[in-house]
C-alpha cells in the first residue's frame, strides 16, 4: 500500500487554555475511500514519538511500513476495502524535523514575529489534538467517525474523543492506555522524562532555535523513553551481561560500558537527531494534563481496550482500573491483552494478536 | 537501643580490578555482645542510598532509628540479646557528607597527593565492600558469620559473601535483590540514573570539588532513584492529580507543576545535599558489574529470599529467576514474600512481615 503524506491548514485555533495560535498546520495520511454518507471514517491516533504514518509506505523504497500497517490495510482488521482511514500529525509532534512530518510546534515560525515560536508557544492539552482531528474531519466531509483508535498517546486521544465529541464517535479503540486520567505515578514519570532536557544548559529555557540545540538532554530524555518502552524479559535476554568491546572493562573504568547501554543510547541518538526539545517537553505535560475522568458520564461509544501483559510504561493495572470506571459509568467495555515480553512496545509490534478482537469489534 | 558510630581503618586494600587505595576506613555500628567462640555474629549490608545505620538511635534526640530497627534488636528477628550484629558503610558510601558516615571514596583526600580523589578514585565492585567487611569481621574477632543479611544492594553484598567467603558464611538473606547477576535490563536502568550527573556542566568528569558541585544533576540521579522505588498504587493514592499550587495550573504554563512532582524533587534536593556525584556513580557501577552466576557452585550457606511484591525496581521476576538457579545449584532456599503496595521501599518499611520467617530462618 503506497500512501501520500497531505498538509491540512487552519487558519486560527483555540486552545483548551485559551490560547489561541494561527495558521496551524498538520500533515495526514488517509486510506482507503470516504462513503457518500460519509460516515465509514476510522480515525488513528498516534502514540508519543509517532507520527500520521499509521499503515502502508510512503515510497516504493521506504524501509518500513506505518506503525501499525499489521492490522490496517485492504482486507486486514481495519480494512480500508470498507473504511476511510485518516491519521493526522498531532500539534508539537515530536520528531519535527522528520521528513514528512508536518506540525504546528514550538520549531515552527511564529506568523507574529517572523521567529520560531520556541519558549513562547503555549502548553497542549490532548484535547487539543482531538479539536484539531475534528476540523480535519469535518474538512474531509466526515459526518462520524464509525471508530477512533491509537495506541499509548494515540489511547488518551481515543478516549478523549469520545467525551469530547460523543455523538460524532461510534467506537474507540484504546491500546496500552493509562485509566481514565494520568494519575500521580504516571505524572512522576513524565516529569523524570523532562528533566534531562532542563539540565542540559542549551536548552536555555527553550530558547535554543538558530543555535547549539540541548541535543545531549533530548538524547538523555529519549533514552528514558526508550527503556520505559522496554521489558526486562526481552532485553535481557537480548543483550545479557555482554560489554560494549571486548577491551574495554566496564571494571576498570566508569567510561567502559555495557552492550545494552550502548544500544539504547544509540537508539535515543537517532531518535535525538530528527525530535525537538520543546514538542518533547509539551508532548510530556499534554499526557500530564490527561483527564476524562469528570466527564465520562457523556461516553456513549463502546470501548475495546487492548493492554499488553508485559507493559512497565502503561501497567495492565491502569487499563484494569479505567475498564472498571467505564463500566460503572455504563460503558460497554470489551478487554483483549497483547501476551508477550515486549514491554509496552507490545501495543506496536504484536497488535496483530489483536486482529480478531478489532475486527468483531468494528463489525 | 542507643548505638554508636565507630571507624575502622585499614591501611590498603586491593581491589577486584587490580588497583590499590591506601588509608581505607568506614564507619560501623554494632549491637549485642560476641560470643567467646566468635560465630555468633550477623553482618548486616546496606542499600544504595542507605548507611550503616540499621538499628537503634545514635542519640536520644535521633529522629528516626535505623533502617531495619523493625527486625534488630533485643527480642527481634535478628535478636541482639543472642547475635552479635555489625553493619558498616561501604566504600564511596553515597552519603558522604552526612553525619555519621564514614567513608572512602571520590570525596575523600588522597594521601599520595591531599586532594580529593574525584575522577582517580577507581571503580569499586560489591565483592570490594565484602573483602573490606572481611578485614572488619577479622579486626572484630567474628571467626564465622551466623548470617549475612541486607536489602537491595545490600543484598547483593549479602550473595556475594556465601560466594567470595563459603566457609565463614552459615546463612544469607537477600531482601529484595536481584538474581545472580545484574542482568541487561538492571544494567540500562543504572545507566538512566547516572545519566543526569554527566550532563550536569558542574559535574566536569568528577572534578568538581572545591568548586560548584553537579547538585542539579545529582538531585535528577536521585529523583529517579526515589521515583523507581515507589509504586503507582501507593503513589497515585497519596498525591491523586492534585497541583503544586492552587494558582499555578500546568495547563497554562510549563513551570507550573502537580504535587507529586514537586515532592519528589524536593526529597531528592534533599537527599542531593548530603550525596556526593562521583559516589553515586561508583555505586551505580557496582551494582552493574555484579554477579555471582558464576561461581553459584562454591556457595554453602542456605539463602532466605524476600521480594517485594509490588516492587518495580528488583522485579520479584528477577528473585524467582534467582531462587531457580540457587536450587539448580543445589542450594537450600526459602522465600517470604512481603505484601503491599510501596514498591521497592516495602523491601525496609515492611520488613517486619518477614519477622516470623527471619526467626525461623536463623532459629
Known sequence: MLVTKRRFSTPELLLQNGSKITDVEIGY???GTLNATGDNAIFITHYFSGTSHAAGRLSETDPEPGYWDTIIGPGKPIDTNR???VSSDVLCNLNAKMEHVITTGPASINPATGFPYGASFPVVSIGDFVSLQKCLCDHLGIKKLFAVAGPSMGALQAMEWSVRYPEFVDRV???IGCSLAADAYLIAQLDTWMAPIRLDPNFNDGEYYGRAEPIRGLTEALKLVTFNALHYRQISRQFQRRLASRDLDPATDLKNR??????IESTAQDRAKIADANSFLRLCRA??????R????RIRAPYLVIPAVTDLLMHPEYAEQGVKELRDAGVHVEVFEIEGDGGHL?????IAQAADAIRRFLS
Chains 1, 2 share one sequence.
Open 83 to 85: 473504511f476511510f482511514v
Open 29 to 31: 495520511e488517509t486510506y
Open 287 to 292: 499526557v500530564q494534563l490527561f483527564s476524562i
Open 258 to 263: 555495557f552492550a545494552v547501554e550502548v544500544a
Open 294 to 297: 469528570e466527564r465520562k458520564s
Open 346 to 350: 507490545d501495543g506496536l509490534n504484536q
Open 173 to 175: 479503540i484504546a491500546a
